[in-house]
Every structure is written in C-alpha cells, then in structure tokens.
C-alpha cells in the first residue's frame, strides 16, 4: 500500500504546453510538500502546504500552481512549459504537530521532459 | 545563510570496507538532522535522523551517523558496505521549531566496486 502516490510517473511534452502532476498520501500527514531535483540532482523545495494551507512558495516562477484540495493531496499544475522545467518532482509529506519532527517521506517521482 | 555541504560529490569503495559520507551544516542553532538514500529511479527514503539526546544514531541497512556540534558534522558511516549500498546520499537539515522547510545537500553519489 504505496504512502506518497504521484501520477504520472513520466511525463513527456512540447514547450507550451500544459500540465499537472497529481500526489496523493495516506499516511495522515498534515503538511505536503513539491520538492524539484534538477539533472544534477539538486532537490530544492518549490512549495509547501500545512492543513490545506499554503506556507512556503519558494521563487517560483508563477506558471507553476499548486493546488490541495484536501490533506491528502497535493497537485502540481504548469503553465506554458519551458525547457528549463525538465526535472523530475517529488511530492513529499509530513506530520509537523507536536512531538513530530518533520521527517519526509517521498512519493517516487514524476520525470517531466520538454521537448 | 542555511546551508548543508557535501564536499564529496562521488565517492568509490570496494565491496566490504567501510564508508564514511561527510556532511556539514551551516544554522542558527541546532537543527535536526538526517540522512536519506535515493536509488536509481526512486524516491528519497530515510536512513536516519538525530533530534537530540546521544550523538552517535543508528539507522537501517547497518548505517550510523555522528553528530559533533563543535564541527557543525554529521557524517554518515557503514562498516562494511554491500553493492546494493550503491545510490545517492543527501543530508538534510530542518529546524526544530516550525519545521516546515527541510534543506538538502547536493548529494554523493556513492559507488561500490566488486
């Protein structure tokens, strides 16, 4: 029984295009995250979501929006996709309440190519 | 600035002898701290953590790690490594009030020769 989903796994697209990438928990996580790893593997957090509620957005471009409809999901919608958008993101979560201590647990990525 | 430095981006050990992955942090007071392993085509899984209490943590798949506030270190350590051991390190650290943000290192690729 998978803990962090994410669909798809890969994904391959045009420039321009749009897209969204799905994450879905079970583990009754408060707090989801998108992590993006570059080619060189480079993770660096992009947004984080506490209770439905958006806490962190790093300097993301804003053709990038996450969307959590509820605890256990947290999707990635991209606007116009770039070259540079090819990496593959992590959906992440964590239970941050008191006596947690914020270890991540990972979904298995979705590989996103633009072509 | 927050920071974590892996200075070794690759590291290459035989089968069986012992491996140490340097981590150091860069934080306003003590974080916590962890490490996780990535596999090819995988996501990050956790090896260990240290929140507080006794330095040297155990963690799965035979790896420790010690942590020395005076050196801001947390280097991971396996006595004996296995080829399955062949994967990307990361050290992380994460605040331990508000801890939403969790920064990573660049990683080590660690390689295993027969």
């Known amino acids: 029984d998978t803990a962090v989903s994410q669909t798809p796994k890969y994904l391959v697209t045009q420039m321009g295009n749009d897209k969204s990438i799905k994450c879905e928990q079970n583990?009754?996580?408060?707090?989801m995250y998108w992590y993006k790893q570059d080619s060189k593997k480079f993770l660096k957090i992009m947004f984080s979501?506490?209770?439905?509620?958006?806490?962190i957005n790093e300097t993301v471009p804003n053709r990038f929006s996450p969307k959590s409809p509820d605890k256990a999901h947290l999707n990635l919608h991209i606007n116009s996709l770039e070259l540079g958008d090819s990496a593959v993101y992590f959906c992440?979560?964590?239970?941050?309440?008191?006596?947690?201590?914020?270890?991540?647990?990972f979904g298995e990525g979705s590989r996103l190519t633009v072509l | 600035a927050q920071s974590v430095t892996q200075p070794d981006i690759h590291i290459t050990v035989s089968e069986g002898a012992s491996l140490e992955l340097r981590c150091n942090y860069s934080?306003?007071?003590?974080?916590?701290l962890f490490w996780y392993v990535q596999s090819p085509g995988q996501g990050l899984q956790l090896l260990l953590k240290?929140?507080?209490?006794?330095?040297l943590v155990q963690g799965i798949k035979g790896f420790e790690a010690e942590f020395k506030r005076s050196q801001s270190s947390f280097n991971l350590r396996k006595p004996s490594v296995h080829w399955s051991d062949a994967a990307e390190y990361f050290c992380?650290?994460?605040?331990?009030?508000?801890?939403?943000?969790?920064?990573f290192g660049a990683g080590t690729r660690l390689f295993v020769k027969a």
């Open positions: 992440a979560s964590s239970k941050l309440d008191r006596g947690h201590t914020g270890e991540l647990f």
């Open positions: 583990l009754g996580h408060d707090t």
């Open positions: 979501y506490n209770n439905k509620e958006l806490i």
């Open positions: 934080y306003g007071a003590t974080p916590y």
């Open positions: 240290y929140f507080s209490g006794d330095t």
């Open positions: 992380a650290v994460a605040p331990q009030t508000g801890g939403f943000k969790t920064i």
